[in-house]
């Protein structure tokens, strides 16, 4: 279905050549004051059209809230509800035939039938509901002092020493994206993510582990291909004796703490204080500047041409998403671990 | 919560060293012949203390099912209530130090108390209810030609060059094993799994994509730190030119199929008909064969002598989980693309 | 929280004044034709200002589809996502007083805050987006050849002898209203409602029976406060021997059914293929054309004055909803039935 | 399926002649002295075999408690595993003939098959499950000074003219229940239930409004047949002016408080914090000491001759279910609420 959450629960509607995306976000407590600009810039950091690598759709991304908001601008605990009309649109820019490594094949064999223009609800058009929400969830999460940040630790070949530094990414990795749209083609990359400031406790043991959730909310994504958190994939090639985080008793404090990072910050589904770090990795887009050779779903060959609309790497416009995400996945651990709320007013 | 799933949803409980552990399985269709040996060689696959690399902990694992299943053998289409008691358990064997990178400090601080005995409900013995759920859900599966495997592809430094192969582990794997065991060590490892015979269009296509879903579960098993499908994590290293799928028509076929496997048989979070791979990474055991210093939740200091029971390479162990933990994800999008069922008589 | 419904799920927004009310209806299967003006045509007949013993609030209640509707005018298996923009709101045209029986109280203790204008979300306006929602339910149910209809079956202290025969209002009914009406005051009623052509075998046997599920849906309904359906409340007073429905072998059949309706249709949670028969109970609107003296929440006092925009029987606009939401209820049952739908093409 | 509630959800499983009824409460918040004694006497409180109307199955129902409860006697926070076994089943008991206004002939249809002995999962023994984990809620509520009570207040012909007063039940309506036992005839009635304590505030606004939860609750019980709420079904022959709840500013209090009971409590779904008064007509059993003519789902004609196990008037031991279910009702809305919980030590 198209929910995602428990107790904060968005959910979206939307095909990407529609007249508009949006969705509902339930659950919110009332009387948070709501950051209307906080959510347009959230938008607006993670729309097309502006910067290497990007797709050329112009998106003004304008949204407009429905409800759960009073004339003060306080959270009513009702649902919000919102919509971003589609003003690019462009019904007539897509053919029948299948693209590869799309939904578009399945999106057919699942319903017998699909949105042909954009790939309708399958394009990366709908993380546009799923950003504002996430500003929405920070609403929440921020005045607790827990932040969240991603940035992109990988593109092709290059790959970060330090992928939880966040650090602006380099010339070369630029380079890398730019010779790759230059040649018509895509590149894949590494977004990683820190959140800091999580108190110790939050996420559900079981099923619902904090990084379960946050492996779920990750994969949604479109193009994303791997979860890591802590020692990541790396855990596998790890020794026990090498990897442990001895407990310390802070000075003054009378309850231990765990020292080091190798857990990334989740313990047995549950957050254990420190910094949660983790990494997702996106394929590059298969869409290319070339013509490609495909069928329509009845057996029809036929050529999808080269076209100028599409990103060369997606990873650069995940960050945005990835955080959103995020913030979605810790306003929701937080409203079940029924700790008093800061955001309230 | 203890549950996982949607149409076929599993709850658990038990603690590790508590009279048993168990669950209740909703949502099996009717009149599907109940294979109880079946659950009962899944667990006996599962179980500790066979092999090398294995925690010796003595269960026989014998599991009692309680209601859903026909005197003839046939499910009713009504709640598998199961339960496995605990015959090994020796609560008095632990102490209330906290084991570094162990969820006992987390769950200090979510619940503030815990099961202290072999870390209760945190304990891999959990995942014996999910071996024996995994096993009712194959008899929907099995009958659809579907086929789930999963086999360890690396192991420390090791690591398989055909992961989705499913090889026997080489003898220098094993060695791998054997040394950090007989250090006193743990080590971490891969697991790779194969879906085969899973038909066009299972999974949802935002939310709950099944890669999202298999994410979800897997990150559930103790000790997993990656997961990743198709390209994987390599994704992010790849170009979109060389990693293309293309369509082709086979011979006297009227609807076009995707060849090639990068998309790990999943595309839009739906299945695209072909093999779905994908690869779990897991941390070696923070539990060592050597003494460790650490506190108490009130900051008592103290040492956790070392013990001889656990596992020194928890990978060799989770195919079995993998596989059950797949088959739930499987089978519940199975139900949910209200395909007739092969498996009811 | 603001959904409804398993496998078809409505989620709702919109304050009562504030922009638009509208809402997202997930899980309407693919390739079922979509009609809008059915969904036009039931906004219209649940609308307020037309007829006796009703709001004078003008609303045209022209929804918008957002989403999930193929340009042929097929459901695309997405979320269809709708709004009805509120043209006749009046932020002005409320008080900060609490309103007796209305939820005005109970809102400011839940919440601390509440939408002042109309009641906000706890408005019967809410019920036109459950209206549309149940006019695209009935596009699954109406092909399968389930009628579902609902009448007034009782007006103050005139009751139907035939609640299930559906007849229209009898003069002496309207007298009723007009009478309360003339007088300022407002007067209670009951809707009976009937659904038809059910295949036996629809419903959940334990907790989410088919009448436990339209008695949930029934009672979420603005001022209902009394659910019954076969034997009804007359149940308690009932024998046995004299309320037993047998079993009828039709000719040439070979399998029994059930011969009279004390059951309702409903046996033991699940369709039994008779006719679903339920009965609702509204109380008279507590809004009056008269001064009440009344607090805001704060304990200032002051006076309600009377008002000219209120129904004065609710129950009179009550069967569009009721068969609404009875179309929600029995569709999400034919859905988890897993009945090939005739509905899809 | 086989949940109920949403923060405190309770699964269960059995069928009436298996091994076992059993369940698993999640949701349980950590450090709440578990009461196993409460559970048990509420165990016995539903017990058949005692007492006039009732069947004479002999069960002990001793309750044994899996999982989710510390040594010391307080919960863990996770989830409670429990089983009740079922002593005096009879297997044998029981022919394949459909009993008239029971569940075996909606099993057949759902189901394809059914578990013949006793009606299976259909049989009022599953409420014992029900019974046991309500008496867990209220180790939630009593703590809260929440109490609740639930007595019969109607049988046959005899209707109590104070339901809400919850008195002992009259020699009249014994001998209406005798009168129909001795004739081999079964009576209906009704339990009238009063929530005491409950804060204002719980409950959700629109579709799990307080009352839809109790609805949804009590028609999940076997037989019930209609749900009253406040002025219940009289609420049709109500007019507004006559059934008013005006506010009253308590001495030395700065907020209003309704005053009156129209409401029932409730008020737009959410509680006002005065008692919640509801009631449930239970309709007779439909197994009588008479020979039934009726026929197998093959067609066979038969006769299900008379039997002595059968409760006269199933509505006497319903109250111990009521109020199990409001229990379960009451403190899921207290963790929705975010309240701090007295319970927790």
Known sequence: MNSFGNLLRLTTF???????????????????????????????????????????????????????????????????????PNVDARPGDYSRLLRPNHADYTYEMKYGIRAVAGGGRASARETASWVAA???????????????????????????????SLLPLPAEAMEIVEKAGAAGDSVGGLVSCVVSGVPAGLGEPVFDKLHSRLAAAMMSINAAKCFEY????????SYGSETADPFVLPP???????????????????????D??????????PTLMRDVESFDIEGNRGVIPARGRHDVCVALRAPAVVEAMAALVVADALLASRLPLKSRV
């Open 230 to 237: 802590g020692l990541g994939r790396k855990a596998a090639r």
């Open 252 to 274: 003054g404090a009378s309850c231990p703490e765990p020292a080091g990072d190798f857990s990334g910050g989740i313990q047995g589904g549950i957050s254990n204080g420190r």
């Open 134 to 164: 996430g500003a929405m969830a920070s609403m929440l999460t921020r005045p607790e002092g827990i932040t969240i940040r991603a940035a992109v630790s990988g593109v092709g070949e290059w790959e970060s020493a330090e992928p939880y």
């Open 14 to 84: 939307g095909e990407s050549h529609g007249p508009a995306m949006g969705g509902i976000l339930d659950g919110m407590p009332s009387r948070v004051p709501f950051d209307a600009e906080a959510v347009q810039q959230a938008l607006c950091r993670r729309r097309p059209g502006s910067g290497a690598g990007r797709s050329a759709r112009k998106e003004t991304d304008i949204i407009r809230i429905l409800s759960g908001v009073s004339p003060e601008g306080l959270t009513l605990g009702t649902p919000i509800g919102f919509m971003i």
């Open 276 to 285: 949660i770090r983790f990494t997702v990795a996106f394929k590059p887009t």
